[in-house]
């Protein structure tokens, strides 16, 4: 069984910073490419960024292009989403996706393209 959880999320005011965190644990880590994903409210869940299983690749939405980076530890089974100069319009609920398909450099911005969901963590921006 693959679990997923993400940790970090909270209150900042604009133009702080965050770092979230998710373990994925089931089989080995470096098997996985990873994705993080947002949903705020009343709005559809969105792709934030991705990181292919070697970590050469990653990916971002460009709306946070320049202030997020994604990074893997696979010593510690984790993803992070390191998060700068925030903004209101970040508030939302963000979620951790794993998957094993796919070579070593793929990476994929679709929700339909990832099997394994965190619960999510929850990260406001206050103005």
């Known amino acids: 069984q693959v679990l997923v959880a993400e940790s970090g999320g909270g209150l900042v005011q604009a133009g702080g910073s965050l770092r979230l965190s998710c373990v994925v644990s089931g089989r080995t880590f470096g098997t996985y490419r990873l994705g993080w994903f947002r949903q705020a409210p009343g709005k559809d869940r969105e792709y934030v960024a991705a990181i292919s299983k070697n970590a050469v690749t990653t990916d971002y939405t460009s709306s946070v292009k320049g202030r997020f980076t994604i990074s893997r530890d696979n010593a510690k089974n984790t993803v992070y989403l390191e998060m700068s100069n925030l903004k209101s319009e970040d508030t939302a609920v963000y979620y951790c996706?794993?998957?094993?398909?796919?070579?070593?450099?793929?990476?994929?911005?679709?929700?339909?393209?990832?099997?394994?969901w965190g619960q999510g963590t929850q990260v406001t921006v206050s103005s």
């Open positions: 996706a794993a998957d094993s398909r796919g070579s070593a450099y793929y990476k994929s911005r679709g929700s339909g393209d990832y099997l394994h």
